[in-house]
């Protein structure tokens, strides 16, 4: 078997439903705000989303901005715009950064809105259809732009479980949707970056796992990362780190390191950003 590849199947049956209630009120439709995660911009993008959606147009809308490299996810946000998206990276934490989606998605009705006029329709409601996998800032997104505590937000998969539309200030209607994956995640790189960010249940890989991941990409691009945080000496060995760090924080025995524990305070920090400045997915 292909080291790269992986069975693992994550779909919760409300996923697949939402799947279905998409394309029934797809017609109803006028933009799609796409919402990724600006630390894995590859990874948690939906793979079948182009299917699912058919033509409409679309804004890329790259969140915690204030967690990503900025660097790295800029050259995933330029990859995306030269195949014709239209993105904006954001901090959900910022209001001016909301007048930008706002402003986009104005622009992009602008001449739709005219043709409306025209035929005598006045305040044409745009609707707009939210989407994005699990733990992207969605709820957030969308709380901000109703005004109110409309969806539930949460560091945890699947919080989200039906479809609602919502009304804003901004003559704009949005449906929301409970997070969705694609059925399998065939690519190992992706499983783990989507489980070191709890897009999905941090139960579906091995904790252990998840932490040797993180350890040895952030050892490797962002070794200043794990030294301000753990105070530590970076060695070659990961195992050697793996004990550098749980010497600093109280998380040996015997002199040997708890690998469960240290895994689970990784994964804690990158989900709580105490560790930030960080993009999973790499792009040349």
């Known amino acids: 078997m292909n080291e790269n590849k992986t069975n693992i199947n994550w779909f919760p049956g409300h996923m697949a439903k939402t799947k279905r209630q998409i394309s ?40 915690k901005k204030d967690l990503c490299d900025l660097n790295k996810t800029n050259k995933w946000i330029k990859y995306y715009e030269e195949k014709g998206y239209k993105c904006l990276l954001v901090d959900l934490t910022n209001n001016k950064d909301y007048k930008k989606i706002i402003d986009l998605t104005n622009e992009l009705m602008k001449d739709y809105l005219q043709a409306k006029k025209e035929k005598g329709i006045e305040n ?112 070659e060995d990961t195992l050697e780190n793996y004990y550098e760090i749980g010497k600093r924080t109280g998380l040996i025995r015997n002199d040997e390191p708890l690998y469960k524990e240290i895994s689970i305070k990784l994964y804690n920090d990158i989900v709580s950003g105490r560790i930030k400045g960080v993009t999973l997915d790499d792009r040349n």
């Open 124 to 235: 044409y409601t745009t609707k707009v259809l939210v989407i994005g996998i699990p733990n992207v800032g969605k709820s957030t997104l969308i709380n901000t732009l109703v005004g109110k505590t409309a969806a539930q937000t949460g560091n945890k998969p699947g919080v989200t479980k039906s479809i609602n539309w919502l009304k804003t200030k901004y003559n704009i209607t949005l449906l929301d949707t409970p997070g969705i994956l694609w059925p399998k995640l065939d690519e190992k790189r992706v499983a783990l970056n989507l489980a070191a960010t709890s897009a999905i249940k941090q139960e579906v890989l091995n904790i252990t796992d998840i932490g040797n991941y993180l350890l040895e990409y952030l050892c490797t691009n962002y070794p200043e990362k794990i030294i301000e945080r753990y105070k530590i000496t970076i060695h």
């Open 24 to 63: 029934d009120n797809l017609n109803l439709i006028d933009i799609i705000y796409e919402v990724v995660d600006s630390r894995i911009p590859y990874s948690s993008k939906i793979k079948d989303i182009d299917e699912l959606t058919k033509n409409k147009k679309r804004i890329m809308i790259f969140t």
